[in-house]
Every structure is written in C-alpha cells, then in structure tokens.
Nanobody, 120 residues
C-alpha cells in the first residue's frame, strides 16, 4: 500500500510560480510511475504530467511545468511557472506500478489533493 500526501498549493497571481510536493510512504517508490492530475470545478480530472525514467506532459503545461522526483526522499515535485487563471484547480498526486500513463484510470494510488488558485 502506498500513501500520498500533497503540499505546496496556495494562491498566486497570474505569471507567478508554485512548487507542489508529494510525499509517498511505502516501499519501492523508485519503481513507481508518479503523476500529477488536476480537477477544476465542474470539470473532469485531467492529466498534467507523469514521471518514470522519462517524463510526459499535457500539451497546455509543456514549457511551463516541470515534474521531477527524489527517490531518496520518496517525493515527487511539480514546479509550475508562468501560471494562468486556467491552471486553477485541485492538484492530485497519483502513483502506479506500470510505465508512463496519462489516464486517470491507470493509477492505483491517489493523494487527497492540494488547491492551487491563480488570480488574474
């Protein structure tokens, strides 16, 4: 069993930056693919980025967001730059035992989410 706890959300002005963190408990963190998803009010949860030994990004965050991991700390990060009001959402960390995947249904473990609000 893997437990995930996100942190780092908050309120930021458009053009600003935030770094989200996701701390994982359990064994074999380095073998898991980790992903970030987000869900805005009234919308479905959507893929943002994922990392295994490679990375994958949604088109609308490419060049602005960077996903990284520190296996020694069992932590995955999402550095978000040039934030836009459309980035406002609850951001979720997720983990899976397989390779890179951008579908919500492919992840086995989820955190509780952290709110990111970008003001215009």
């Amino acid at each position: 069993q893997v437990q995930l706890v996100e942190s780092g959300g908050g309120l930021v002005q458009a053009g600003g930056s935030l770094r989200l963190s996701c701390a994982a408990s359990g064994r074999s963190f380095s073998s898991y693919t980790m992903g970030w998803f987000r869900q805005a009010p009234g919308k479905e949860r959507e893929f943002v980025a994922a990392i295994s030994y490679m990375t994958s990004y949604a088109d609308d965050v490419k060049g602005r967001f960077t996903i990284s991991r520190d296996n020694a700390k069992n932590t995955v990060y999402l550095q978000m730059n040039s934030l836009k009001p459309d980035d406002t959402a609850v951001y979720y960390c997720a983990g899976r035992g397989g390779g890179l995947w951008n579908g919500v249904g492919g992840y086995d473990y989820w955190g509780q989410g952290t709110q990111v609000t970008v003001s215009s």
